[in-house]
């Protein structure tokens, strides 16, 4: 669960069950964050973002209907969306660490280095994500330099665009079997 497309959602249970605890907004929980998808992941970057994030947090709980929030739940808030965005970056660093050592090994090299293309929202538009990212594919592999390149083209071009790799890797191999057999 490292996508932005999930990490809303999972600040928004951690909300509830802390809530359901006593931990947070003196116990009771609004009825729109009850609502699933209401905890958007752009508001954890909004949230994270350095430039009056307390202010941040408060618009965003009145805007879920916890208008008598404290600034202590603000507080909370701001660190569970850190841990939260932290853990995905890490989990998603090592992941990444691990094939990249892997094609390191696979190629027999003590060093190696390596581009790797990106893309999405939360590495784009989080104030963090990116630099924890790289920070742990640093820590895991430091056997190998890693430059991450930001893809503007978005996912669907990069899909195509291995299909027709993969197409063209498949034709060629036929072509070379139908020469073998003549």
């Known amino acids: 669960m490292t996508s932005g497309m999930y990490l809303g959602e999972i600040v928004r249970q951690i909300l509830i069950h802390m809530t359901n605890q006593g931990l947070l907004f003196r116990g009771q929980i609004s009825e729109r964050l009850k609502t699933r998808g209401i905890f958007e992941t752009k508001f954890i970057s909004q949230i994270e973002s350095d430039r009056l994030a307390l202010l941040q947090v408060r618009g965003i709980l009145l805007q879920l209907g916890l208008e008598d929030s404290t600034c202590e739940d603000s507080i909370i808030v701001k660190e569970v969306c850190g841990a939260v965005s932290r853990r ?19 190629r027999g090299l003590d060093h190696m280095e390596i581009t790797v293309g990106v893309d999405g929202t939360l590495y784009k538009l989080h104030p963090h994500f ?11 592999v430091p056997s190998c330099d890693v430059t991450f390149l930001l893809s503007e083209d978005g996912s669907g071009k990069g899909a ?15 072509q070379k079997e139908k020469q073998n057999h003549v």
Do not use: M, P
């Open 130 to 140: 990116s630099r924890i990212l790289q920070e742990t594919v640093k820590q895991l």
């Open 160 to 174: 195509a665009l291995i299909t027709a790799v993969a197409k063209r890797f498949h034709y060629d191999g036929e």
């Open 88 to 106: 995905a970056a890490q989990l998603c660093g090592a992941g990444l660490a691990a094939v990249i050592d892997k094609i390191r090994e696979n």
